[in-house]
């Protein structure tokens, strides 16, 4: 697999107007890709956390995040992207120029338009585990469809774990959450929990994929997921998810097969179960 991928026509629209930008200690710039496939994170754009000159940027993160995850009651305070990501890993994303975006969106980062900054439009985040090379992904955050740019945050979360040098990726997400859909194209998912009362929200699933280059590329082309055959559907409420959970504990591999099916009783996910 080629190392710069031919990317597809909406991840082109997006480089059009937008850059790349990265949130981490200088100290740590040179553990980091800082070109992931060929697209060079510029030079002003590399933010150092621990400096006063970026006070204004990451009070821009802040308000992506909370207009991403902010009507979920899931925002993170500035606290917890210092503590959490900007010190031990690196925010990474994509910015754009104030003159490029709505009006609503430079009202809500307070820029005017001829401004000579980044603001950034994408956020992906992901912390080092104790695992080496496996990152747990606990961000990832667009307002891409306020900017008219499809598939940003599917762009932006295929660049950080190149940055990032990821072997492998852990997350959770939602059963009934938006971000599955986009989670799904690094598939196929493995799933370590489908029922998790360690989480705020016990209708959260804990997933696994790949990030090896050939992966990466067949997103960045938006090329579809490979196809999984299940072997059963499970409806997404308590009962079946923590039937479901139940198999997992006892060995059973489980992946996560395809889209979830809408039916007259409930919504089901196509799983492949493998004992």
Same mark, same amino acid.
């Given at each position: 697999?080629?190392?710069?991928?031919?990317?597809?026509?909406?991840? &082109? $629209?997006? %480089?059009?107007?937008?850059?790349?930008?990265?949130?981490?200690?200088?100290?740590?710039?040179? @553990?980091? #890709?800082?070109?992931?496939?060929?697209?060079? *994170?510029?030079?002003?754009?590399?933010?150092? /956390?621990?400096? %006063?000159?970026?006070?204004?940027?990451?009070? =821009?993160?802040?308000?992506? #995040?909370?207009?991403?995850?902010?009507? &979920?009651?899931?925002?993170?305070?500035? =606290?917890?992207?210092?503590?959490?990501?900007? =010190?031990?890993?690196? %925010?990474?994303?994509?910015?754009?120029?104030?003159? $490029?975006?709505? /009006?609503?969106?430079?009202?809500?980062?307070?820029?005017?338009?001829?401004?000579?900054?980044?603001?950034?439009?994408?956020?992906? *985040?992901?912390?080092?585990?104790?695992?080496?090379?496996?990152?747990?992904? @606990?961000?990832?955050?667009? +307002?891409?469809? $306020?900017?008219? +740019?499809?598939?940003?945050?599917?762009?932006?979360?295929?660049?950080?774990?190149? +940055?990032?040098?990821?072997?492998?990726?852990?997350?959770?997400? &939602? =059963?009934?959450?938006?971000?599955?859909?986009?989670?799904?194209?690094?598939?196929?998912?493995?799933?370590?929990?489908?029922?998790?009362?360690? @989480?705020?929200?016990?209708?959260?699933?804990?997933?696994? @994929?790949?990030? #090896?280059?050939?992966? %990466?590329?067949?997103?960045?082309? $938006?090329?579809?997921? /490979?196809?999984?055959?299940?072997? &059963?559907?499970?409806?997404? #409420?308590?009962?079946?998810?923590?039937?479901?959970?139940?198999?997992?504990?006892?060995?059973?591999?489980?992946?996560?097969?395809?889209?979830?099916?809408?039916?007259?009783?409930?919504?089901?996910?196509?799983?492949?179960?493998?004992?």
């Amino acid at each position: 697999m080629a190392a710069n991928p031919e990317l597809a026509r909406i991840y &082109q $629209d997006a %480089l059009r107007i937008c850059r790349p930008f990265v949130v981490a200690p200088r100290v740590h710039w040179e @553990h980091l #890709d800082l070109a992931p496939f060929g697209i060079k *994170v510029p030079k002003n754009l590399r933010i150092d /956390p621990t400096m %006063l000159a970026s006070q204004r940027f990451l009070t =821009w993160i802040e308000r992506l #995040d909370a207009q991403t995850f902010g009507p &979920q009651a899931m925002a993170m305070e500035r =606290w917890v992207f210092y503590d959490c990501a900007e =010190w031990p890993s690196a %925010l990474f994303g994509l910015a754009a120029r104030p003159k $490029d975006v709505s /009006p609503s969106l430079r009202e809500r980062f307070e820029v005017a338009p001829g401004e000579k900054v980044w603001v950034p439009l994408s956020l992906h *985040v992901a912390i080092p585990t104790v695992a080496p090379g496996e990152f747990f992904e @606990h961000n990832v955050g667009s +307002l891409g469809r $306020d900017a008219g +740019l499809k598939g940003l945050g599917t762009f932006t979360k295929a660049l950080g774990c190149r +940055l990032l040098r990821a072997r492998s990726l852990v997350g959770a997400a &939602q =059963w009934n959450g938006r971000a599955l859909h986009m989670h799904r194209r690094f598939g196929p998912l493995e799933l370590l929990t489908a029922f998790t009362p360690a @989480h705020s929200y016990p209708r959260t699933m804990t997933y696994r @994929h790949g990030t #090896d280059a050939a992966l %990466l590329a067949r997103v960045l082309a $938006d090329a579809p997921p /490979p196809a999984v055959e299940s072997s &059963q559907h499970v409806r997404v #409420d308590e009962r079946g998810l923590t039937a479901l959970q139940r198999r997992i504990e006892r060995g059973d591999r489980c992946v996560l097969a395809g889209p979830l099916v809408e039916r007259p009783k409930g919504l089901y996910a196509p799983v492949r179960v493998e004992r």
